[in-house]
Nanobody, 121 residues
Framework: QVELVESGGGLVQAGDSLRLSCAAS????????MGWFRQAPGKEREFVAL???????YYADFVKGRFTGSRDNAKKTGYLQMSSLKPEDTAVYYC???????????????WGQGTQVTVSS
């Protein structure tokens, strides 16, 4: 397992952009798939995006064209660039690391503590 720390959340207005970061504690992070998930109040944690160790990306339908995932393995850091934010994007966003390129949260073995994103209308 690797320790993950998210940052970059905050309060923004609808239509604004925000970039989340996820810093890993170990260089082994470069061999893992990195996932982004989110959890809104009263809802289950849901998949948002993943970035494989080779940099390939896969997104949930509701963020395609608005969110972009990336990673810098040399810096042991992953990113989620969010644009055209909507009030329904309000949630706690989590990064995760795991050995499989999958949108299933149970397949991820390490999780960050989460960062709050609030989008006002």
């Amino acid at each position: 397992q690797v320790e993950l720390v998210e940052s970059g959340g905050g309060l923004v207005q609808a239509g604004d952009s925000l970039r989340l970061s996820c810093a890993a504690s170990e260089r082994a992070f470069s061999t893992y798939t990195m996932g982004w998930f989110r959890q809104a109040p009263g809802k289950e944690r849901e998949f948002v995006a993943l970035i494989t160790s080779f940099g390939r990306t896969y997104y949930a339908d509701f963020v395609k064209g608005r969110f972009t995932g990336s990673r810098d393995n040399a810096k042991k850091t992953g990113y989620l660039q969010m644009s055209s934010l909507k009030p329904e994007d309000t949630a706690v966003y989590y990064c995760a690391a795991g050995p499989l390129a999958t949108p299933t949260r149970e397949d991820y073995t390490s999780w960050g503590q989460g960062t709050q994103v609030t989008v006002s209308s």
